[in-house]
């Protein structure tokens, strides 16, 4: 069935060091993809967003980028703060009419100063 | 602006009560609204979705319900909890063609 799931369920960085928080997806028809981030006891924020006509897309400090061969996306967190400790999902809107909504079973960053 | 909100922030419950969790948007028209729920340290799992009033669809065959009276309220409701409903409830609202979810601050069920 479909489903999007994490390379990685943990993730400890230095501050100030660059992040990359992976996802792997498997339907090649799903065409819009989103970073989210929960902070502990709050409901996940947008971070940023993708588009299957793209490959890479740029925001402040974050950068996504989307690789349809393999059907990988990727977070990239620059110059990571403290203040980026939190789960990472990304979601596939998935294709097609019957579009099905899929998250990703979330990635934990945690940053030591 | 938009705004989500949920009520209570957090509940505690035992087994066999009833619940009732509320959920209303603020600055939008038609959204399209969901339930989510999040066990302890894991993902997301979508329970209910609804396109509007008095359309609900539900994801996963469960002793809970939804309901929308209302354009902009969404309920979950359940007649009697079990241990394995506890967890943090989350409502989401999209507008149509958008499919950016806008989260509220949830609400964490512990069922005793």
């Known amino acids: 069935g479909e489903s999007v799931g994490l390379h990685l369920p943990t993730l400890s960085v230095q501050e100030g060091d660059n992040s990359i928080i992976n996802c792997a997806y498997s339907?090649?028809?799903?065409?819009?993809f989103i970073w989210y981030k929960q902070e502990s006891g709050k409901g996940p924020q947008f971070i940023i967003d993708?588009?299957?006509n793209m490959d890479k897309r740029q925001g402040q400090r974050v950068t996504v980028l989307l690789n349809k061969t393999v059907k990988h996306l990727s977070l990239q967190i620059a110059a990571t703060q403290p203040g980026d400790s939190a789960v990472y999902f990304c979601?596939?809107?998935?294709?097609?009419?019957?579009?099905?909504?899929?998250w990703g079973l979330g990635t934990s960053l945690a940053v030591n100063p | 602006s938009q705004t989500i909100h949920q009520w209570p922030a957090t509940l505690v419950q035992p087994v066999g009560s009833p619940l009732s969790l509320e959920c209303t948007v603020e600055?939008?028209?038609?959204?399209?609204l969901y339930w989510y729920r999040q066990a302890a340290g894991r993902g997301l799992q979508l329970l209910f979705y609804?396109?509007?009033?008095?359309?609900i669809s539900s994801e996963v065959p469960q002793n809970l319900s939804a309901s929308r009276p209302q354009d902009r309220q969404f309920i979950l409701s359940s007649k009697k909890l079990l241990l394995s409903d506890s967890g943090f409830y989350l409502c989401?609202?999209?507008?149509?063609?958008?499919?950016?979810?806008?989260f509220g601050p949830g609400t964490r069920l512990t069922v005793l």
């Open positions: 339907n090649s028809a799903s065409d819009y």
């Open positions: 993708i588009r299957s």
């Open positions: 989401a609202w999209t507008l149509g063609s958008t499919d950016t979810q806008y």
């Open positions: 600055g939008t028209s038609n959204p399209n």
């Open positions: 979601y596939d809107r998935g294709a097609g009419n019957n579009r099905k909504l899929i």
């Open positions: 609804s396109v509007g009033i008095g359309q």
